[in-house]
């Protein structure tokens, strides 16, 4: 029996002052009244893809299986970037080829089809609106049950990108600041299980400015307004200030180099 409540989850870089969020609700459930809508992110930096990326690398995957993604940060709408539905780890993907499904897991693998049918689109589409004409409904169908290979045809792999990875040598670890969150934590490339305990006693840690020596187990570690060098939910090596904002306190922007030396 087709599940006619899945979940349709969103995420935009749309934000909440103007009405589109509301738009591509609309649109989704006058085509399924029962659709469950969840709303992932609409704080993603405008047109910031790779944050997009960022945000459902480490959210769509905790929703259950069968779960309908529609993600648009877009700012090549109306372009030729091809507007796609894809499955993922029994999980469908909604929205642009443009990288933003490039760090979930399976995008290498991914069965990927471009949205070829308009009878599953809106009767009219604008060149700068496709998350209300084209990828809100395509999700809605496919909650009803319609086929990937209903909505469209088969075209190949994902366009994806890839952060640098972290360079690991025996003297220590070079990184970048791959995303700032909301707080202004800085998170790294750097994926927390690298630090050996045996490094974490003798090593320094160099963002901007600023010198840390070690990585600790909580934010809590420091006094308010210091800065700690934590592994975070993500898996990642974060930057932070205790109850402060590391962004704007150490003066550090996305693509700063983070290095871990290892003391002799």
């Known amino acids: 029996m087709i599940n006619r409540a899945p979940i349709i989850t969103l995420t935009t870089d749309f934000g909440y002052k103007d009405h589109y969020v509301a738009a591509l609700k609309a649109v989704i459930l006058g085509i399924n009244p029962e659709a469950r809508i969840i709303d992932i992110s609409h704080g993603i930096p405008p047109q910031d893809i790779m944050a997009g990326a960022w945000v459902l690398r480490n959210s769509a995957f905790l929703f259950p299986e069968g779960t ?3 993600a648009v940060v877009d700012p090549g709408v109306g372009s030729d ?6 499955r993922m780890n029994r999980h469908l993907f909604v929205g642009p080829d443009n990288g933003l499904f490039s760090l979930l897991s399976g995008a290498d693998s991914a069965e990927v089809y471009e949205l070829t ?3 599953y689109w809106r009767e ?3 060149n700068t609106f496709h998350g209300r004409d084209i990828f809100s409904p395509v999700a809605a169908h496919l909650s009803l049950g319609a086929a990937l290979g209903d909505v469209g045809v088969p075209s190949g792999e994902l366009l ?12 220590g ?3 970048w600041i791959v995303h700032i969150d909301s707080y202004g934590n800085l998170i790294t490339n750097i994926p927390g299980a690298l630090i050996t305990a045996e490094h974490n006693n003798n090593l320094k840690i160099y963002v901007g400015t600023h010198i840390l020596k070690r990585v600790s187990r909580t934010f809590a570690d420091v006094s308010p307004g210091e800065a700690v060098a934590v592994t975070g939910s993500s898996g990642m090596i974060e930057i932070v200030i205790n109850k402060g ?4 306190m150490l003066g550090v922007q996305k693509g700063a180099p983070v290095s871990v030396i290892y003391q002799k």
Not at 160 to 171: C, F, G, L, N, S
């Open 68 to 70: 309908i993604h529609v």
């Open 81 to 86: 970037r091809r507007p796609v539905a894809v």
């Open 117 to 119: 049918d308009p009878s």
């Open 124 to 126: 009219t589409q604008s």
């Open 160 to 171: 994806t990108y890839r952060w640098a990875t972290a360079i690991v040598d025996e003297e």
């Open 173 to 175: 670890i070079q990184g």
């Open 245 to 248: 904002d590391a962004s704007e």
